[in-house]
């Protein structure tokens, strides 16, 4: 068995290694205190070709696998979670479903503006009254002459105020089956469509929204694909972005653990390094080994969607340890750090604000519990 990563891998993640120090690193602080986003990264992503990667040359893409999907996000969350979340919800959760099903319009008018980053995407599934069960959701499209008419709610929408369109999915018949939910894609503005950004404790910087929808029209071209009953491609892109949020929970553990080295090799307290105390290196050695753990568990999974034979609690495995592992390093560091972990110049409360987002996030810990105690044959 080969773990080491191609010499393309290790170029790629030294480029965006390079890219995220420079570009986005300074952009962090004010980012964060404002909790805006710095929109034109959306072009610069674009132009470094990472938006794209998950897509074929031929489709606009740049063509890299799935392992090489994952350097690139652990790499931009080791530096900033929020910018990270940005895109993986734009170039992933976004775009995904119209590289899958669109139309030869549809993806010429938003999957390949949306590669470069002329256009902004966000995926609108969650919803305020729903929670995990999926097949629950209360939006609803209803037929009308040369479109539909939505009505609904959706929470939680990472770049809802930003967007240029969002990937809407509603209920086009009122039963409980994957036949009657589909996808819209919806141009923003939309009359019909109130989006309020809301203030939150972790992934400040990357905005995120509440909709509210009232009898918005869409027109017939931007139903996904132009059929209804698309729900088994949601599955398949939260399945896949499941692996895709592991690496960046990934990302986050790394930056707890480095910056506590650093603190524990230049703190003193009198005449020692605070590394020097075996409670504190006890911490940081605990925190080393639970993260090369996570690290293969998240790198087994993209190396199985490369081989098509990724499932469902494979991808589940990932990101529940991957995301627990963050969360439990980022308490750690502020732990090791005293009373400079609770302090704005350190990064380290940013760190454990930002991986409780994907403790609850694209599924929380006990819904991966429940998918994995089902491949088990156990209740869930």
Excluded at 114 to 135: C, H, Q, Y
Aim: charged share 25%.
């Amino acid at each position: 068995m080969d773990f080491t990563f191609t010499e393309e891998q290790d170029h790629i993640r030294e480029m965006v290694k390079r890219f995220s120090e420079t570009e986005i690193k300074p952009l962090v602080m004010e980012a964060e205190e404002t909790e805006t986003f710095p929109r034109d990264m959306f072009r610069k992503w674009g132009k470094l070709g990472i938006l794209g990667a998950r897509y074929p040359e031929q489709d606009g893409g740049t063509g890299m696998d799935k392992i090489t999907d994952c350097l690139i996000r652990e790499e931009l969350s080791y530096v900033s979670q929020a910018f990270a979340s940005s895109m993986s919800a734009h170039s992933h959760l976004g775009i995904w479903p119209i590289w899958k099903m669109g139309t030869a319009a549809q993806k010429e008018r938003f999957f390949k503006p949306a590669l470069t980053g002329d256009k902004v995407a966000a995926f609108g599934l969650s919803e305020p009254d729903v929670g995990s069960n999926i097949r629950a959701l209360k939006t609803r499209a209803e037929k009308t002459d040369g479109g539909w008419i939505l009505n609904g709610s959706k929470m939680y929408i990472t770049n809802a105020p930003i967007a240029d369109f969002i990937l809407v999915a509603a209920r086009t018949s009122p039963e409980q089956k994957p036949e009657s939910i589909s996808l819209f894609i919806v141009e923003m503005p939309n009359d019909g469509f109130e989006i309020s950004k809301l203030k939150k404790e972790g992934i400040r910087s990357s905005e995120t929204g509440l909709i509210y929808i009232s009898d918005a029209f869409v027109p017939d071209d931007c139903l996904l694909g132009e059929r209804t009953g698309t729900y088994p491609t949601i599955l398949e892109s939260l399945m896949e972005n499941r692996v895709g949020v592991a690496a960046n929970s990934l990302g986050i553990a790394r930056a707890a653990l480095d910056a506590s080295l650093l603190y524990a090799r230049e703190r003193t307290i009198g005449s020692r390094k605070v590394g020097d105390f075996q409670a504190i290196a006890h911490k940081l050695a605990d925190m080393s080994a639970e993260i090369e753990a996570a690290r293969w568990l998240v790198y087994h999974a993209a190396w199985r969607v490369d081989q098509g034979t990724l499932d469902t609690a494979t991808a589940s495995r990932a990101k529940l340890i991957s995301s627990e592992v963050a969360l439990k390093a980022s308490e750690q560091a502020i732990r090791i750090h005293g009373g400079a972990g609770i302090m704005r110049e350190y990064p380290v409360g940013r760190f454990h604000r930002d991986a409780f987002v994907y403790v609850i996030g694209e599924g929380t810990s006990e819904i991966q519990r429940n998918i994995i105690a089902r491949s088990l044959n156990v209740s869930g």
